[in-house]
Each structure stands twice: as structure tokens, then as C-alpha cells.
């Protein structure tokens, strides 16, 4: 008999902020579609980074969701055999792989600042989530010099990036191709120890048994490495999709600058979940018209195609419509 692999999905917001409603469309459409292949959504926490994560900011973000409708099968209060669901809590996984990795030379330690990166790196070859291009400066260093640094300096480790490229079909944006080198040998653990979001992420999922990741289209870039660090600890990668981000009328990215669209200023402003999940169907493609319906009302109406794969534009009079009664 043909054995099919359970279809999971997650959520992995950062608890660094209060959700708004480019994160809810996000977790709105991958809630939408895994419950479309009843398959499993889970939740995940994904507070690394200590010095930004915020307890009150995690039960915010539950709270939010219980809000809106959406539910999760795995996650902080439903334990099962995949936890803990807080990737604060699974550093000693991470180190497993880690070792796995410098077990088979893929890692360098990287003595360099940031302030030497920047020297280094005078041509802007930037990378959109992670700044700079690192040029490479410790992967080739001699014996010697290596010595005399390891005594001044805790490394960091970076991954080894081949002249390789990546392609691959995102289930929104399309098909994608990378040369994996442009982006430059990227951190895995930081000097401090902190364990950096690629690394953890592809080791979250990859443990989590999770077949399909939606999120938004600022990390579409950071997939190619993310592929990298699959192939290089020989898990089987999920199936990509990258929601649009949201825009205003000028073009400038919603959540970097409306914070009035918080989901707790939309509750606080009496505005019903219904009409958020509407007004998030509708601009997603999914609606006609802004009406007000549940998240279980959309499930069957769910396609991955009808989702726009450029960033969707949040006029004044879009906004406006969340307000509407
Ligand atoms: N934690 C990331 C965020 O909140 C999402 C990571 C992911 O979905 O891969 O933006």
C-alpha cells in the first residue's frame, strides 16, 4: 500500500513585537493551507534571540490567534513527542547538528567583527535579511594566523558556501534559481553562542516532520541557504511558499510602519476577528468583497494560485474597510 508522509505546517512567529496583520495573513493562509489537506499545524515560538524575544509578548501572539480562529494542533499548551515548541528550549539540538556539520568540514570558525566585515566588503553585495556579504576572510586563513586570533577572540561558525546553484518552486513566487555564493558563508553560531535564525529554523523544521512551510516574502531569500544547510545534514526539505508582503500606496512596507495595525489595536478598537479574516481573504485574493467570515469558512475556497506573488498594496480606503461594521 502507498504510504503518505502526514502533511505539517507551522507557525513560527518571532516574539520580538506584537503581531500585526501582515503576520496574521501569514498564519491565516498557512493555517488555510494545511486544514485544506487536514493535515497538522503546528506552532513554534521562535524566540533565539534572548536579548529580543519577550515572554508577554508570547502570550500576546497566543491570545491573538485564539482571537482570530486560528487553532493549532502542536505548540505551546499541546505538548506532543516534536517539543519543546520554543526554540529557546532546543539549543542542545541545535549544538547536535552543529557537530554533525563540523564533523564533515562545513563549518570555519570566523574571528572577524562586524567592523572588519564592513571594512572588508567594499562592494555593496548586501543581503536583504542579513546586511552584509561576509568576503570570506577567515575560511582561508593559514595555521598561524588562526592561532593568533583564536587567542584574542571567541569565533563565530560559519558554513562553508559552494559556487552552487539553487533552484527551486516556490508554491507563490514561482520558480527560483540562486547562485548560493552571492549571499557569502553565513553564520551558523555567533561568538555569544547564539544560534542563528537559518540554522535553527531548517533544524525546526526538519525535527518537526514539517512538509510545508508558508511565511512572507522577506525570507524568500534566505531559502537558498536554508536548501544548503538540508542538503549538507541530509533531511528532506519542505515544499516553499511565500506569501506577498503588504505595502502602503507608496509602496513602503505595512509592518515596518503602521503599528496602528497591530491585532490588539484592532480588538481594542472593537473591530470583530471576522472582519480582520475577511478583509485578509479578500486582499490575499481569496474573497470577493471584505465580508465577514471565520477562518473554517475559507478552508474550502483555499489555492495556493489565487494568492498574489506580488506585494499587495494597502491604500487608506483598503485600510479603511477593516473599520467598516
Ligand atoms: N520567525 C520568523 C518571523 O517571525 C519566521 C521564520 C520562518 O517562518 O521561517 O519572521
Known amino acids: 500500500m502507498e504510504q503518505h508522509t502526514p502533511i505539517r505546517g507551522r507557525f513560527a512567529p ?20 494545511i486544514r485544506s489537506m487536514n493535515g497538522q499545524y503546528i506552532l513554534r ?42 526554540q529557546a528550549a532546543r539549543q542542545a539540538l541545535y549544538e547536535r547538528e552543529i557537530t554533525k556539520l563540523q564533523h564533515n568540514h562545513q563549518l570555519y570558525p570566523c574571528y572577524c567583527s562586524r567592523a572588519d566585515i564592513t571594512a572588508a566588503s567594499r562592494a555593496p553585495h548586501g543581503i536583504a535579511s542579513e ?15 588562526a592561532t593568533i586570533r583564536k587567542l584574542r577572540k571567541k569565533p563565530s561558525l560559519r558554513m562553508k558556501v559552494p559556487q552552487q546553484r539553487i533552484s527551486f518552486i ?12 552571492d549571499g557569502g558563508d553565513f553564520v ?33 531569500d534566505s531559502t537558498p541557504r536554508q536548501l544548503l544547510l538540508y542538503q549538507a545534514l541530509g ?29 490588539s489595536f484592532l ?8 472582519r480582520v479574516i475577511g478583509w485578509l481573504a479578500w486582499t490575499a485574493g481569496l474573497l470577493e468583497k471584505p465580508e465577514l467570515v471565520t477562518p473554517a469558512d475559507l478552508i474550502s475556497l483555499f489555492d495556493l494560485s489565487k494568492i498574489p506573488s506580488s506585494p499587495i498594496k494597502i491604500s487608506d480606503e483598503t485600510r479603511q474597510q477593516l473599520f467598516e461594521t
Request: negative net charge; proline residues 5%; contains cysteine.
Open 45 to 86: 515560538i521562535e524566540d533565539i534571540d534572548t536579548q529580543r524575544s519577550r515572554e508577554e509578548l508570547t502570550v500576546e501572539i497566543l491570545r491573538d490567534l485564539e482571537w482570530l480562529g486560528l487553532d493549532w494542533d502542536e505548540g505551546p499548551g499541546r505538548d506532543s513527542d516534536y517539543g519543546p515548541y520554543h
Open 14 to 33: 518571532t516574539p520580538s513585537g506584537k503581531m500585526h496583520i501582515g503576520n496574521a495573513l501569514t498564519a491565516l493562509l498557512g493555517w488555510l493551507q
Open 131 to 145: 546586511g552584509l556579504r561576509y568576503p570570506g576572510t577567515c575560511r582561508y586563513l593559514s595555521e598561524e594566523e
Open 235 to 263: 533531511y528532506e526539505p519542505p515544499q516553499f511558499a511565500h506569501t506577498p508582503l503588504m505595502v502602503d500606496a507608496e509602496g513602503r512596507r505595512l509592518a515596518k510602519r503602521t503599528r496602528g495595525l497591530s491585532l
Open 188 to 220: 551558523v553560531r555567533r561568538a555569544d553562542d547564539m544560534i542563528s535564525y537559518q540554522l535553527a529554523v531548517v533544524v525546526d523544521d526538519a525535527l518537526m516532520d514539517i512538509t510545508h512551510v508558508l511565511r512572507g516574502a522577506d525570507l524568500l
Open 267 to 274: 480588538r481594542g478598537q472593537g473591530v470583530k476577528p471576522e
Open 170 to 181: 516556490d508554491g507563490i513566487a514561482g520558480a527560483q534559481s540562486y547562485l548560493l555564493s
